[in-house]
């Protein structure tokens, strides 16, 4: 729990803001786009903790072998753009995408702030 409890306080509570206000916005309008970027979201919510997983692996390795899951993160980006190839009326390639890149703007700032300490 302790581990969910650090990812909680490092990355969800800024992602279920957007996920929060597509799903309403998508609820009250039925937007392609609100959609694609509520399922773009929960997708990088799933990258977001599974690099998080391997960054805390990483921090108690001692035989120096870094995973970063890649393999799963490129996974979850398919299968979510799988759900844009099978419901492409409902889903926005655009949402999706920019609901994807979420995640890679949160490892980019957790970059940035661990490189400032």
Known sequence: MLFFRRFSHHFLRFLLFPLIISLLIYLFTFSSFAAGLALGTLASIMLLLNWYYNLE??????????????????????????????????????????GLLLSYIMILFRAIKELTK
Do not use: H, M, Q
């Open 57 to 98: 692996k990483a921090y108690k390795t001692e035989d120096g072998r870094i995973r970063t899951g890649t393999i799963a993160r490129l996974v979850i980006v398919i299968v979510t753009c799988l759900f844009w190839v099978r419901f492409p009326d409902v889903f926005s390639i655009f949402g999706i995408a920019l």
